[in-house]
């Protein structure tokens, strides 16, 4: 798998919807496609469209391919707080922009993007659904109630910028064990300037989600779903996704081997295949 990250970060525009401006990748902007199946990828928290960067550059090949910096995130605006309805409001607005109707939508989420993508499934009938690492219950640990409750001088230095101990803590959270260095260190590079630029309320997004709970609303997905998850993931645990699983009634489950809550950097080939074997038994 080729990857050309510089045209994928910079091969972008601006769409306005809801009082805020997301940066968009599009690639119908340089090619035509003859099937009106449209992918929408929906990044995590704190993240940015360069995380989905392999798999824009496969699937661009052969489908409509759409990515965006979520409100909050990346390049888009940031405003102070944010919801749920915010969201989903704005996936709405953004496919009415790009005129990408509901029945041809195949909705792509990691992590927080994953919790988007199932609650938007859940309200109205899409083509597919693809949750990657995604979510039932929001489980706090000790840094997001000290990043929720404490003055940002207590742990944007600490826990933000690239030091020992992000070097370490990331290492362990996000990647299997069994990962290459090499893969890790492309994801810091990756990242690096973003997170020690982001705004300190940016960081605190998730604490306006920690009475999520997807059990209420899930079993309202009627769409085909794929749920693929890290075996190794230690954010988003295989329990969450297998439970996703049995509330979802249309679903299958995929674990990807030696593999943590980053698979897009891990695994990015196996998961381009998984998705893409799906995608194509839709028809």
Do not use: C
């Not at 909705?107 to 659904?129: N, P, W």
């Not at 020690?196 to 009627?222: C, G, Q, W």
Request: net charge positive; aromatic share 14%.
């Amino acid at each position: 798998m080729t990857m050309y990250v510089d045209r994928v970060i910079t091969d972008t525009f601006y769409v306005e919807v809801n009082n805020v401006k997301l940066r968009v990748f599009d690639s119908s902007q340089r090619r035509k496609y003859d099937t009106g199946t449209t992918l929408f990828f929906l990044h995590g928290s704190p993240g940015q469209i360069s995380n989905w960067k392999y798999l824009l550059d496969y699937f661009k090949e052969y489908y409509r391919t759409i990515a965006y910096d979520l409100r909050g995130y990346g390049m888009s605006s940031k405003p102070r707080e944010v919801s749920l309805e915010d969201y989903l409001r704005d996936q709405e607005a953004l496919m009415e922009k790009l005129g990408v109707r509901d029945e041809d939508a195949v909705l792509i989420g990691h992590s927080f993007g994953g919790l988007i993508a199932q609650e938007y499934a859940a309200r109205r009938r899409v083509r597919a659904v693809i949750l990657i690492g995604s979510l039932v219950k929001l489980k706090p640990d000790m840094i997001d109630w000290i990043v929720w409750n404490l003055p940002s001088i207590f742990w944007r230095k600490l826990f933000f910028t690239e030091n020992a101990f992000t070097r370490k803590l990331y290492r362990k959270m996000f990647f299997s064990i069994e990962t290459p260095d090499k893969v890790y260190e492309e994801f810091m590079r990756d990242n690096k300037e973003y997170m020690e630029t982001l705004p300190t309320h940016v960081f605190r997004y998730l604490k306006y989600f920690k009475d999520y709970d997807a059990s209420k609303t899930v079993t309202k997905i009627k769409s085909p779903t794929l749920i693929i998850v890290g075996e190794e993931d230690q954010v988003t645990p295989i329990e969450q996704s297998k439970i996703l699983n049995r509330l979802i009634k249309n679903s299958v489950l995929k674990v990807i081997p030696k593999a943590g809550h980053l698979v897009l950097y891990e695994k990015p080939k196996m998961l381009a295949e998984e998705i893409h074997k799906f995608i194509k038994n839709l028809y």
